[in-house]
């Protein structure tokens, strides 16, 4: 299953900008960027980047000099478009050759498994979609060239009538962890609680921890912030 993973790092996740300045959102992204992609190819899929511009990855992030970064050497499509453009760019491939299928998987699934990817691949349809929480398209896998994606609102919903509108099926994925997108300095505490890749060790050492502090939800705290 080849995998389109888009991926932006200019001015990234401004919704976490209340609890990390930009160049934490910057590097945080990068982290989450990474597991994603590492999680991908562990579930059998060939991730492929789809940025706006070249990309220039933080390697003082990276563990030690022996950590391979996964982001070296892959496949990637520069389209300077806004996302959805860019993505029916990349989806207008469908159908030529030996392209059946295509998934397209967000960068900012800090909690994404091999187990819950191989899951959404494996899922039948004509188009196949891990909804996010709150009614978001955190992925989804393509399989019929009339499917074009429109993000942002509500996109679950859109992506279902766009589906509908061109006698589709789909199967919808339930998944905790493809449906749990990093947008905003609450998602942060998931990533701290469920999380053991990059993203959670990132956040670990910029200081944050879970803090049950006798709220009714549990939230993060970063002491020095
Ligand atoms: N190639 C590409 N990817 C994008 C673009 N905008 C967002 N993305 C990626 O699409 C996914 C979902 O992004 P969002 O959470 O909607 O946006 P964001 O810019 O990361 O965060 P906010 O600034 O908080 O909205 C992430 O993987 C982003 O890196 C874009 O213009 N081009
Ligand atoms: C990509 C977009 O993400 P959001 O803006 O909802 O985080 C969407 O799910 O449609």
Redesign the pocket.
């Known amino acids: 299953m080849r995998v389109i993973v888009p991926f932006t790092a200019r001015d990234p996740k401004t919704r976490l900008a209340p609890v990390l300045d930009a160049d934490e959102r910057r590097r945080f992204a990068f982290a989450m960027l990474r597991d994603v992609v590492d999680a991908v190819a562990a579930a059998g899929g060939t991730p492929e980047l789809l940025v706006p511009g070249p990309l220039a990855p933080p390697a003082d992030d990276l563990v030690d000099d022996s950590d391979a970064d996964p982001l070296d050497d892959l496949p990637r499509t520069v389209d300077e478009r806004p996302?959805t453009p860019a993505v029916n760019a990349a989806l207008s491939r469908l159908g030529d050759g030996d392209v059946g299928e295509l998934a397209v998987v967000?960068a900012?699934l800090a909690l994404a498994t091999p187990e819950a990817l191989a899951r959404l691949f494996g899922a039948g349809g004509d188009v196949a979609i891990a909804p996010?929480r709150?009614?978001?398209?955190?992925a989804l896998v393509v399989r019929d060239p009339d499917f074009r994606v429109d993000?942002?609102?509500t996109?679950?919903r859109d992506h279902r009538r766009i589906a509908a509108d061109a006698g589709l099926s789909v199967d919808a994925v339930d998944s905790m962890r493809l449906s749990t997108?990093v947008?905003e300095p609450d998602d942060l505490v998931e990533v701290l609680l469920h999380g053991d890749g990059r993203s959670a060790a990132w956040l670990r050492e910029a200081g944050f921890a879970v803090d049950t502090g006798g709220e009714s939800r549990v939230a993060v705290r970063r002491p020095d912030g």
């Open positions: 996302l967000m900012d996010g709150g009614g978001g398209t955190n993000y942002h609102g996109s679950y997108d947008d």
